[in-house]
């Protein structure tokens, strides 16, 4: 991508109370449950008063879930199985078969989307797909925390949002972090979740991720 590219201004507004009530009503007539809470610290006790003791959970990677200090605590904290450790742990080269079967098939995704249409739809880019098989089927239960900035009209503007504000933002970090570029390889649009209870997501009134 363009290094020049900076993220779009419209996309980094954070959404009014009526437009997060529609929202919820709409996530949830397309079969996920849905919330509204104040802080990333609520967020935070949502999110680990429902998963179990001992649950085995992964915590994709995420800037929404570093904020709140949501993958310390539950990848650190031992209370949990935490995918991701053991996942660190795993030799790449003799346990990739392992690795993908773990990494696709937890009991708990905890993670984040990059964009929230007001009749319900997610939206999650990714530049390797990894974390996208979970989400899809794989897990059995899976936590969306979403900073209420993501909340977009539809999806036409969600197919916006993803290029003009997650890209650049992601691809800054990365290339800090690592000297890398980012790119949009694969995009996954969840429009409708068939098991009861399966998905939860948790819109936040701060402005959270990218």
């Known amino acids: 991508m363009p290094e020049s590219m900076e993220p779009?201004?419209?996309?980094?507004?954070?959404?009014?109370?009526?437009?997060?009530?529609?929202a919820v009503a709409a996530l949830t007539a397309n079969g996920m449950d849905a919330l509204v809470v104040s802080t990333g610290a609520e967020a935070k006790e949502e999110v680990l008063k429902r998963l179990p003791p001992g649950g085995q959970v992964f915590t994709m990677q995420s800037q929404?879930?570093?904020?709140?200090g949501l993958a310390e605590a539950i990848d650190e904290s031992g209370h949990y199985e935490s995918v991701r450790q053991k996942l660190t742990a795993m030799d790449t080269a003799t346990q990739a078969k392992e690795k993908r079967i773990l990494g696709a098939t937890p009991d708990w995704a905890v993670g984040s989307v990059h964009a929230v249409t007001e009749d319900g739809h997610l939206f999650?880019?990714?530049n390797t797909g990894s974390q996208l098989s979970a989400y899809v089927s794989g897990a059995a239960h899976v936590i969306f925390v979403v900073g209420s900035q993501k909340l977009v009209q539809n999806d036409v503007q969600a197919?916006?949002?993803l290029p003009e504000y997650s890209?650049?933002?992601?691809?800054?970090?990365?290339?800090?972090a690592h000297g890398f570029?980012?790119?949009?390889?694969?995009?996954?649009?969840?429009?409708?979740?068939?098991?009861?209870?399966?998905i939860t997501v948790?819109?936040?009134k701060e402005k959270l991720g990218f």
């Not at 779009?8 to 529609?22: E, I, M, T, V, W």
């Not at 980012?182 to 399966?198: A, D, N, Q, V």
């Open 124 to 126: 999650i880019a990714s």
């Open 202 to 204: 948790v819109l936040v």
């Open 8 to 22: 779009n201004p419209q996309f980094a507004q954070l959404a009014s109370d009526a437009r997060l009530k529609n």
């Open 159 to 161: 197919g916006q949002r």
């Open 64 to 68: 929404t879930l570093k904020a709140i």
């Open 181 to 198: 570029h980012s790119g949009i390889s694969k995009i996954l649009t969840i429009t409708r979740e068939r098991i009861p209870g399966r």
């Open 167 to 176: 890209l650049p933002l992601e691809d800054q970090r990365l290339f800090q």
